[in-house]
């Protein structure tokens, strides 16, 4: 089967052809940094982290470039409540970023652009859209002249007639500077107090929709193979791109559209004002919290494009699957007298490649992938209880290792991944770790936890999982233990 992608341009699935052979070049639509990043942000980024794995996986070679909107309102109101700068802020919250995406597993980008770096070239796109008659500046602004370009609306459906003045995106509606109310900001003129820079039309910061038109054609050219986001974005932000950009260059952006689901919880939409708000880092550093690998099993149970509904029993029911992948993908490490060689070197299972494979090529369709690392976790999760317990087991040490080197390289493809340092060998009945010791490990846990170092929490609950011992955090910070 070969990859198959929705374009959201084309509203339907087609067959993915980049634009050269064995390349692709991937843009992101990343964070407005002021706040820490919500359950929202880990279902978009996993989503596209997963697809550029599958990719990379694929023997494709990836660019991928992904952005940090520094300049904004919202970052200057989180500015004025903390008596802080918009560089401060913005500093503090792309920090904040990096550390909950690496707990998620979420490779870095090749390049993150900046709206700050990117001033030159927004000004110079600008420029060229005054110059072909596509824009018009009004008392220190400007204005893309939406009806001048003919395919508005191609990417969303909509129709100009029906938008009026809510086409503007954040800010700008009702502005009698514009021309036609469907018209949007490419420049801003400066405010009193606000954060300015030079411009051929006076002192102002650039509007939202440019800044990613231009950091795009900076890092990746003209045209690229794939423009990912969050379902909202497709409009406004992502239909006045692809005006701004194409009326500029004359080119298509983005050959196919991608735009995740949103994210529900209990059943209702996600939002600050019904108080069902939650960030990435409330989610992991709560009393009982689930691991990280846990969170990024239950986004990837759904498919990318369907709304996911986060509930306390889908995160448990996601633990639980953990548990089981765990279980699998230690087996190798955790057995090391079987004999089963290499996590990476070796013959594989070419029924469980050709269904993984035939999964993530109808639009990465991860639920139907993760069946199949499960079908190979659990009979090595089965053989391990037999080893633990009666010291001996049926299947043969050379299918064994088929399965659990195919397994974890499957798991790989979809940033499921355990740290084998942190796997202890166990070929005998009982773990060889004593009470004293488990004890000592669940204070060095709390007092990690406690200094916010939850990278190293997470590593010591992995170590006792690894010997079988399970924690059982409890309300008011007080953690118990059972050997499984």
Known sequence: MTLKLYNTLSRKKEEFNPLSPYQVKMYCCGVTVYDYCHLGHARSYVAWDTLRRYFQWCGYEVKYVQNFTDIDDKILNRARQE????????????????EDMDRLNIQRADSYPRATHTLDSIKKLIQKLETKDMAYAADGDVYFSVRKFDEYGKLSGRNLDDLQAGASGRGGEGDPLKRDPVDFALWKSAKPGE????????????????????????????TIDIHMGGGDLTFPHHENEIAQSEAASGCTLANYWMHNGMVNVGGEKMSKSLGNFTTIRQLLDSDGAPEPMAVRLFILQAQYRKPMDFTADAIASAVQGWGTLVDGLSFGWR??????????????????????????????????????????????????????????????????????????QLAVVLGLQIDPKAITHDNTQESAINDGDIEALIVARKT????????????????????????????????GWVRE
């Open 335 to 408: 057995f090391p007298d079987l004999g089963l060689g290499s996590a990476t070197k070796g013959p594989l299972d070419g029924d469980a490649l050709e269904r993984f494979r035939h999964a993530m090529d109808d639009d990465l369709n991860t639920p139907e992938a993760i069946a199949v690392l499960f079908e190979l976790a659990k009979p090595l999760r089965k053989v391990a209880n037999q080893i633990v317990h009666a010291d001996k087991f049926d299947e043969k040490p050379e299918k064994l290792g088929i399965q659990w080197r195919t397994l974890v």
């Open 195 to 222: 954060p300015a820079w030079e411009s051929p039309w006076g002192l102002g910061r650039p509007g939202w929709h440019i800044e990613c038109s231009a950091m795009v054609r900076d890092t990746l050219g003209d």
């Open 83 to 98: 008596d802080s700068t918009m560089e401060a802020v913005s500093e503090k919250y792309i920090a904040a970023y990096f």
């Open 448 to 479: 990690a936890r406690s200094e916010r170092n939850f990278a190293e929490a997470d590593r010591i609950r992995d170590e006792l999982k690894g010997q079988g011992i399970a924690l059982i955090d409890r309300p008011g910070g007080d953690t």
